[in-house]
């Protein structure tokens, strides 16, 4: 999401208000969504009424209105969530719009009211938008003890997720819990309310979800916190934050055509949006007027047109193809029945338990829907930034030769082992514990779409390391051992060293290049299509064992091991040579 402002600092100091630190706290109390608004539910009585909030995709809506796509429409942008839940039940309008985690946590409101919530549309997928700030003490994921994020707002559910994927229990970790989701514009105030000024304030908070302007406030310029970074964000992450629309089911059920309307014409929109950014410079006066537009509704300043482009830039509409995708589960794994689950679990897990169920849909015939539609059956993949796997081999190798240790830099996002068996050179499919690495890297690498995989194998190198200490120490006996076990003619020598190691260099680049293709078919077989680019396999040899000494079998055969990773795609400093095109 994007939202202008100033650094936080520097705002309080205009606004004449006392320091940050001086001021109190707005922290609340987590409860459910169903506990905070109350359950009154009344007939709809302004089918019209549209919300929408402040992010790129809506723009989509606001064109859809101006073109007079959505006869009668009012757009009312309204990001507080449970402000937008208590109207949807009072009837001032039929619909929802959230992000999926928020849908869900509304849920139960609903049904508690006597009616229930479906999902009808997707929007898009936050792609650069949604920050995790840290403080320099935070080297990783792993690091944060303690997080700062908007009650009932986008970020909570990616906060949670993130902590479980890089093995961090989230029921550990302190959540602040903040009212509002950005700084405040106009520097008012005299209560901290939003987790950006928290973290300004408060030493003791390790991180923060922010939208994209607090990052830069917080990490740049002379308003900066000491030490702040951004750790993380929605570009690397482009498969987590899903923007989706639902309506109240007891006005679906009564009118059906009117609703499936409303999303035909959110999917004309996407695509009549589409064109005018591509066409925006033959267009110039044309695409202004819709982003002067759409800053007035979204942003409350027609003037902010620059703001509104960055909105746009930094959601990823998904139009029909990725509806059929979200609502089916084609050629993805991140549909609404696998987010819905994972949700779910997530929120369980953290101790918010929002319950086990299946999100109701509106059954959509998307062949139907996609009549007409110009981009209708197109098949996306999220691109890599490399234009080749020869580019893509080489930026890898080389930032791992800046970086050969994996446990001392704070680049990788998460990562995990695949063993070896001594000699393996091939990998079974059908092994179940192949399956069970690949399906939880191939959840992993859709999720977290805008990441390289890279696929490090690496060898046993205790013979290398027992050659090299027997020429040092002239040790006969275990050079005549180490001559048997080559076959060698003569005794071992310097170029026998060089020779082996280069030897488990290779054996370790040919084991990588099969697990990835092995990887690459299993994903293939369940329907998921990559940009292979993405994915990088790397020997290393014996260059980073896990036992320097591996003096037993049990070491020996940990080091013999594979590794996928999640790199960010910034620290492989692709230069501008690569085009960013997701």
Request: aromatic share 8%; with cysteine; net charge negative.
């Amino acid at each position: 999401m994007n939202i202008p402002n100033l650094p936080v600092a520097l705002l309080a100091l205009l606004g004449g208000v006392a320091t940050l630190s001086a001021q109190q706290a707005e922290i609340l109390t987590y409860k459910p969504l169903a506990e905070a608004v109350p359950a009154r539910l009344k007939p709809v009585g302004d089918a019209h009424q549209i919300p929408v909030i402040a992010w790129g995709a809506d723009v989509a809506t606001q064109l859809a209105a101006m073109e007079g796509w959505l006869p009668g429409a009012k757009l009312e942008r309204e990001d507080n969530f449970p402000k937008q839940v208590e109207a949807c039940l009072s009837g001032e309008s039929p619909y929802l719009r959230g992000t999926l985690p928020m849908i869900l946590q509304a849920r139960k409101a609903f049904q508690s009211a006597g009616t229930d919530l479906a999902v009808i549309y997707q929007l898009s997928w936050s792609n650069g938008g949604d920050c995790l700030v840290v403080r320099d003490r935070v080297k990783s994921i792993r690091d944060i003890k303690s997080v700062a994020v908007q009650l009932y707002g986008p970020h909570e559910h990616p906060a949670i997720k993130v902590l479980q994927d890089a093995g961090v229990n989230p029921a550990e970790v302190k959540f602040f819990y903040l009212p509002e989701l950005a700084a405040p514009v106009d520097g008012k105030g005299d209560k901290i309310a939003s987790p950006p000024e928290l973290f300004e304030a408060r030493e003791d908070v390790d991180a923060v979800w922010v939208i994209s302007p607090d990052a830069a406030a917080l990490t740049e310029g002379d308003y900066a916190v000491k030490g702040a970074r951004v750790l993380f964000t929605s570009k690397q992450a482009s498969r987590i934050i899903p923007d989706v629309y639902a309506v109240r089911k007891d006005y679906l059920d009564a009118h059906r055509k009117e609703v499936e309307s409303f999303v035909s014409s959110l999917l004309k929109a996407e695509e009549a949006l589409r064109d005018r950014v591509a066409k925006k410079d033959e267009q110039a006066a044309e695409f202004r007027k819709l982003m002067a537009s759409s800053a007035e509704l979204l942003l409350g300043d027609a003037g902010l047109v620059g703001d509104t482009e960055g909105m746009l830039s930094e959601a990823e509409l998904v139009g029909h193809s990725g509806n059929v995708a979200f609502f089916t589960g084609q050629g993805t794994t991140r549909s609404l029945e696998t987010l819905t689950e994972e949700i779910e679990v997530a929120f369980e897990k953290a101790g918010r338990g929002i319950g086990r169920f299946d999100m109701p849909t509106a059954g959509w015939d998307w062949v139907k829907l996609g009549a007409g539609l110009r981009y209708a059956g197109e098949v996306k993949v999220a691109k890599s930034v490399f234009k080749s796997s020869e580019q893509a081999q080489q930026k890898v190798e080389e930032f791992l030769l800046e970086n050969p240790e994996l446990s001392e830099r704070d680049t990788a996002l998460f990562d995990f082992t695949v063993p070896f068996e001594a000699n393996q050179d091939d990998f079974d499919l059908n092994d179940a514990g192949l399956q069970s690495y690949f399906g939880h890297a191939m959840e992993m690498v859709d999720a977290y779409a805008g990441t390289t995989m890279i696929i490090e194998a690496h060898a046993d190198g205790y013979l290398l390391m027992r050659l090299r200490e027997a020429l040092v120490s002239n040790d006969r006996e275990l050079l005549g051992k180490i001559q048997k076990v080559l076959r060698l003619g003569a005794s071992p020598t310097q170029q026998t060293a060089t020779l082996l190691e280069r030897s488990l260099k290779t054996k370790s680049a040919e084991r990588a290049e099969a697990l990835r293709n092995a990887f690459i078919r299993f994903c293939d077989g369940k329907g998921l299509k990559l940009d292979e680019n993405r994915i990088v396999a790397v020997g290393r040899g014996s260059t980073a064992p896990i036992y320097e000494n591996a003096d037993t079998p049990q070491k020996r055969a940990e080091n013999r091991r594979g590794v996928i990773i999640l790199e960010r795609l910034e620290v492989l400093e692709v230069g501008d040579d690569v085009k960013i095109d997701f």
